[in-house]
């Protein structure tokens, strides 16, 4: 078992990964109280039975697919329902599923009672390397990604990497984006990876270099006060492009990876990334309409009155944090 400790201030984060830990829950969770399983219906539903099998007492929610589900809607159902069921502090929550369960999960436990104990089984590429530490927790609000959420840490996190062996390409493709990301901003090798012949057999160390990245950022700067905001690359045309397409058709870690090519210094560099982007099958740019990605930039919670932080990269390893008027954002797109 590979394990790490996320050491912050008010609390240390366990994150433990193994093939098979799936069965293995409750052995680190413990069954003494009551379980609120938050899942979606894109995870296949003998993960959640395998699951619920372990708790005496497991309550399952299971919620539609997409970021249709970070929504104020669902979230008031799933505290309506805690409420009836009498859920307390002392119970927990657990997340099964991807970045979108994860963040609905997480908002849910840390607001029903002023904030409950909360465990986060991420299931996906996307949600194991980058959502599943830091303690970000979110719903949407008017098509906006994020706009409303909070910083809540998990009690721990599992990941067993043989779920992923039922997720799409697409989606596998999508997540490991977000490791490319940690690579370029600060870990050399882990783009090296990226560049060997079987990046399936590269899967597991790739999820696990690109775990060390975000839990040394996170260590440092827990509520993105600063040096945090590096972990943005790429995700401030990104996200626009996102709530362009109304969080449906364009997967995150896509919309991420043309914000990441917008912002990068070094031309040779983009010429070093095209071969992995094919692997991937990303593309350089999409089709959208500028001026209304723009105006969804500057709706985003990085946008600060008439300025923007955005992270650009002159070399691998070597990520600046810049603020620049928010009108200079249309130079890049």
Same mark, same amino acid.
């Given at each position: ?165 039922? *997720?799409? +390409? %697409? ?8 490791? !490319? $990301?940690?690579? =370029?901003?600060? &870990? ?80 040779? *560099?983009? +010429? %070093? ?8 099958? !990303? $593309?350089?740019? =999409?089709?959208? &309409? ?44």
């Amino acid at each position: 078992m590979e394990e790490m400790i996320v050491s912050l201030k008010d609390k240390q984060v366990p994150i433990r990964m193994e093939r098979g830990l799936l069965k293995e829950a409750a052995r680190w969770i413990g069954t003494d109280h009551r379980v609120m399983l938050i899942t979606d219906q894109g995870v296949p539903e003998q993960y959640s039975r395998i699951l619920a099998a372990q708790f005496p007492n497991c309550e399952i929610m299971r919620v539609m697919q997409g970021e249709g589900a970070k929504s104020l809607e669902v979230y008031q159902r799933i505290l309506s329902r805690m409420l009836q069921l009498r859920f307390s502090r002392q119970d927990r929550i657990i997340a099964l599923g991807g970045g979108v369960v994860g963040d609905l999960a997480g908002f849910v436990a840390a607001t029903y009672m002023r904030g409950i104990r909360f465990v986060n089984i991420p299931t996906t590429t996307l949600s194991q390397i980058d959502s599943s530490i830091g303690g970000k927790v979110a719903v949407n609000l008017d098509g906006v990604k994020n706009s409303v959420g909070a910083f809540w840490q998990p009690e721990m996190v599992l990941i067993d990497p043989l779920v992923l062996k039922t *997720l799409p +390409q %697409r989606h596998v493709n999508n997540g490991l984006v977000e490791a !490319l $990301k940690a690579g =370029l901003i600060a &870990d050399e090798k882990l783009v090296e990876l990226f560049e060997k012949p079987d990046l399936t057999e590269q899967r597991e160390a790739i999820i696990l270099r690109a775990l060390k990245v975000k839990k040394q950022v996170v260590e440092q700067d827990e509520h993105e006060t600063g040096l945090r905001k590096i972990l943005n690359f790429g995700h401030t045309i990104g996200h626009g492009i996102e709530s362009y397409y109304h969080l449906q058709q364009v997967y995150h870690g896509e919309a991420v990876a043309v914000g990441m090519m917008k912002m990068i210094e070094d031309p040779q *560099l983009r +010429q %070093r990334l095209r071969p992995i982007y094919q692997r991937l099958q !990303l $593309k350089e740019d =999409l089709d959208y &309409d500028r001026q209304k990605v723009y105006e969804y930039i500057t709706r985003d919670k990085k946008a600060d009155g008439s300025t923007l932080t955005v992270v650009t990269l002159k070399q691998v390893g070597q990520a600046q944090l810049q603020e620049i008027p928010i009108e200079k954002i249309r130079a890049y797109l």
